[in-house]
């Protein structure tokens, strides 16, 4: 696993509006750094081995899935919603 590939694969995915991926990318990064795994470089100003980085990391990584979880849930409930109307 190499943290800093998946934090800048779930960057990319979140500026390019791929939820999915983003979300995927999160939780892959998040599993790694719940085990103790070293965190990705999050922002060039601090030293390498700053602990800065793991909170920025896991921060972002939480938001990130609890966001692209809702968004697919409310495509969810919307695709139901329209559904129900043709009823």
Same mark, same amino acid.
């Given at each position: 696993? !190499?943290?800093?590939? #998946?934090?800048?694969?779930?960057?990319?995915?979140?500026?390019? !509006? &791929? *939820? &999915?991926? +983003?979300? &995927? +990318?999160?939780?892959?990064?998040?599993?790694?750094?719940?085990?103790?795994? *070293?965190?990705? @470089?999050?922002? %060039?100003?601090?030293?390498? =081995? !700053?602990?800065?980085?793991?909170?920025?990391? #896991?921060? #972002?990584? %939480?938001? @990130?899935? @609890?966001?692209?979880?809702?968004?697919?849930?409310?495509? #969810? @409930? !919307?695709? =139901?919603?329209?559904?129900?109307? =043709? &009823?």
């Amino acid at each position: 696993m !190499d943290p800093q590939a #998946t934090w800048n694969e779930l960057l990319r995915a979140w500026n390019a !509006d &791929d *939820a &999915d991926a +983003a979300h &995927d +990318a999160a939780n892959t990064l998040l599993e790694w750094l719940r085990k103790r795994g *070293a965190a990705p @470089v999050t922002i %060039e100003q601090l030293s390498k =081995d !700053d602990p800065l980085h793991e909170v920025i990391a #896991t921060a #972002t990584c %939480e938001a @990130v899935a @609890v966001y692209t979880f809702l968004g697919t849930l409310e495509e #969810t @409930v !919307d695709h =139901d919603n329209q559904n129900q109307g =043709d &009823d």
